[in-house]
């Protein structure tokens, strides 16, 4: 991510360039549907006791962790934008731009609420309530490297803790990728 940071001048230059890296999650690295596929993925492979990964081979599985990383600092990045009072169409979210993208039923949220569809900002500040930043990238990387060993996650915690990650991810995935069409 740090090869994107600059300073910019003032917090709507930051707001800009923390949505160009949103926009290049969701365009150069992957759509939606195959996000969604991967954390899907990589639940199955921390629930197994078998090695597996999410891409074509392990390099490619840890690149994939790397870029979860970052969605994770943008979506940090976002909500304490909204905390410092910049008042951008981000923190309205009253209109779907460029609706084409929502031709593909695949790509409507299934995990979020009414109100969290219509304000998407809200599930980040939730999302970062549970948990800061640094534990959530803990997490993320420590389900790739799982994926990657003969071990499963059910020796380290709960399946249900398991599966409340997994949602919660789920939904700031969803809730960005709002953010993404409507900024977009």
Excluded at 72 to 94: K, R
Aim: aromatic share 12%.
């Amino acid at each position: 991510m740090e090869k994107w940071k600059v300073y910019p001048n003032n917090k709507n230059e930051e707001l800009i360039l923390i949505l160009k890296e949103l926009k290049r999650l969701f365009e150069s690295i992957a759509e939606i549907t195959i996000w969604k596929e991967d954390l899907w993925e990589l639940l199955c492979g921390i629930c197994s006791e078998e090695a597996r990964w999410i891409s074509e081979s392990p390099g490619s599985h840890l690149e994939m962790i790397s870029e979860w990383e970052k969605l994770l600092e943008v979506a940090e990045l976002l909500q304490v934008q909204t905390y410092v009072g910049i008042q951008h169409s981000s923190c309205e979210f009253n209109i779907i731009k460029g609706s084409t993208y929502f031709d593909r039923i695949s790509q409507l949220p299934k995990w979020l609420s009414q109100d969290e569809f219509k304000y998407p900002v809200m599930v980040l500040h939730e999302f970062f309530q549970i948990q800061n930043l640094q534990l959530w990238k803990t997490l993320i990387v420590d389900w790739g490297k799982l994926c990657l060993s003969n071990c499963s996650i059910d020796t380290f915690r709960s399946i249900d803790e398991v599966l409340n990650d997994y949602r919660n991810l789920i939904k700031l995935l969803e809730a960005c990728h709002l953010i993404y069409l409507r900024e977009g």
